[in-house]
Every structure is written in C-alpha cells, then in structure tokens.
C-alpha cells in the first residue's frame, strides 16, 4: 500500500532522481545540472569551472547532446573523466540517463559533477535530476525579456549565470530589467554575471560554489 | 477502413496541419513557421519583415509563446492583426492550436501569415503546422556549432536566416564552417544573413520572401 502511494506522488523519473540522489550522497559527491538555449555558453562556463576549480576539487563532467561528441571530447581533452549522452532526438535530461552515466563514472572520490544538459530554456526544468544545484545560464544576446516567457526555468533554478556581458555595449540588453523580473519571480535566486569568453566575473562564482561543494 | 489506413500513417498533428494546409489555400494565404531558440531575435525579424512588406502584402501574426503576450502587443501596435496563444509550458505550437488562430483572424485577403514558434531549437521542428515555408533563425551570438547538435531543425528548415551578423567582430563565430556544415545536411536550405536590429540584409530576405509569396 505504501508503495502505492508513492507511485502516485512521484512520478518514474523522480523516483530515479531519488536513487540518483542517494549514490551521489554516498560518495559525498555534488551534482550540478545545468541548463541553458542553445549556444548561451555552457560548455565554455563547464571550461571556466573545471579550471577554476582545478587542485582544489576533483571533478567530472556527463554531456548531454541530442546528438554528437563535440563537447565530450573538448572537456577530455582537459583530462577531465566526461561521459555523452546522446539523447537521440529528445529535448532533455532524465533521470534515468543521468543514473546511467553516473555508474559508468567512478564516483569514488568525485567530489563534483556537472551535467550539461540539452540545450533547451523549457523542457529540462521539468526533470528532476537527483541534483544539488539547478543553474541556468542567460547569455545577454538572448535579451533581457526572456524570464516572462520562459518563467518554470527561471522559477526552478538556485542559480543564474549571466553570460556573454562582454557584449553588452553592442546590444540593447538591460540589466536592472533583467534582475528585477527574476528576482520577483524566483526571490532566492543567486545571480552572477560573467564572459566566459574574456574570464570576467567567473571568479565569484568559482568561490562560491566551492563553499557550497565543500560545505554538501 | 480508409479512415485507419489514415490514422496509422499520419498522426493526429497531421490531419489537423493538412486542415490548416486547406483552409489556407481556399484564402490563397502564404504560412511562415518561424522557430529557433529563445533570444534569437524572432519577433525583431518579424517587425523587419511586416516592415518590408507593407503596402505590397496584407500580413497577420500568430504568436506562440509559453506563456505572457509581450510580443503579440508589439505586433499588434503597428497596426498588423495579432494573435497571441499561450501554450501554458508546452515546448512548441501543433497544427490544432493554429488551427484556433487562423479561424479568429479572418484570411481573407491577408497574402501571409507568419507563426512565430516558441522559442526551442528542439521540439517546435517535429510538428508540421501546415505551413508553407519552415524559416529558422540562428543568432550569431549562439555559436556555428549549433547544427550538429540540433540537427533536426536544421535538416528540416526551409530557410536559415542567420541573425546579428553586427555581432560578428566581437565573436568567435565562423560563417564558413557554418554554411558548410548546414549545407551538407541540408544542401536546399536557402541562407540569408542580417542583423534585424541595424537592418543590414533584410532586404535580399523580403524580396526572396515577396516573390515566394506571390507564385504560391
């Protein structure tokens, strides 16, 4: 009977986010799932973290493509263990694929996984993937008007990365409107905003979620 | 047993896209699906497009968006009939939400109608919505990388306007590796490049796009 009950509370996936959840717990390892459209930049920011994070913390990387192994092969060719889901057509992340790849990784002593999910600003926020941290990144080329038509993204996650402020000057993107709009909607949402080109800003953020990771 | 022969070979998304395919040609109504990313300056390319074709075509504007109807005002207040569906956090239009649209707005005499898809490099590509032309756009700033890893949209589209070309200097992005890439998955794709917020190579876009029209 309880598991009857269970059954109608979660749903399969987030039974597997739970068992997800409890493997990552095991080895006392932190998982990010990170979200963003298409070319906001997250491989370039999962570079930027890797190494800002080098020495201190022993990280891994599971990428999620709809198809292709560019982006496993960039982050390898660090040294870093990555692992590519392709996800054949599908437009996000579960669970399930996660819980795959996370047993094919060696987590002993993996102190940080990101999992770059598919790039997408509206499907991967409905799956859960048994992570600690939600971050999305907004590159400022998107503009600063897509929180109002993209709300479940910016409502579910702990994390805003604002990319690409190097190209502000050139385009007609307004912070303040940016930040009020989320703030209103997702009030304990953390914001930074770097150029993972350039390097600017990443620090912060590399501090920060150092803390969180050490602190899990 | 005609009508299951029908049902196992199109899917219900269909049936309903040949009714719009129908409803429009009784109007001699030309339909746009215009789909790419959030960000990528769709309703900036449809002001630019209404814009160019003013006085020489009657236009109307089917807006799709997750949610909020910022875009169909815009529209709306340049005098252009607009209407707005909310897909309450469904990731792309179907044929039977257009259908909704094109029978509040009245066809006849309007030449075309643009749809603008939510913003999602995914989803939108997999439904047909009865239109005439498949126009995506990919926005500078979102890298050339991008047809490997969302090859459906790419494989699918009819046109590819590659958008903020103004943004170039400040990018890594690379136009030839682009146009090779796409062409080789889709060798009829016609590209134009432009930047919707300077103007810079709308035209050759809305003298394409006239003549289409016109012959359809």
Redesign the interface.
Known sequence: MEIEVLEGVFDANEIIARENRALLDENGTFMVNLMA????GKTSFIMRTLEGVKGSLKSAVIEG????K?DSEKIAATGVAAIQINTG?S?HLEAKQVNHALIRLDLEGVDLVIVEN??????PAEFKLGEDLKVMIL?????H??P?????MFSESDVLIVN?I??IP???FDMEALEDTVLKMNSRIVIFKMSC?TGEGVDAWISWLSKRVKSA
Do not use: F, M, Q
């Open positions: 459209s298409p070319g906001a493509d709809i198809a292709g560019v057509g437009c598919v790039g997408n600003l509206v499907c590159s400022v080329a998107e503009g008007d897509k109002l038509k993209y709300p479940l690409k190097d190209l050139h385009t007609d080109r």
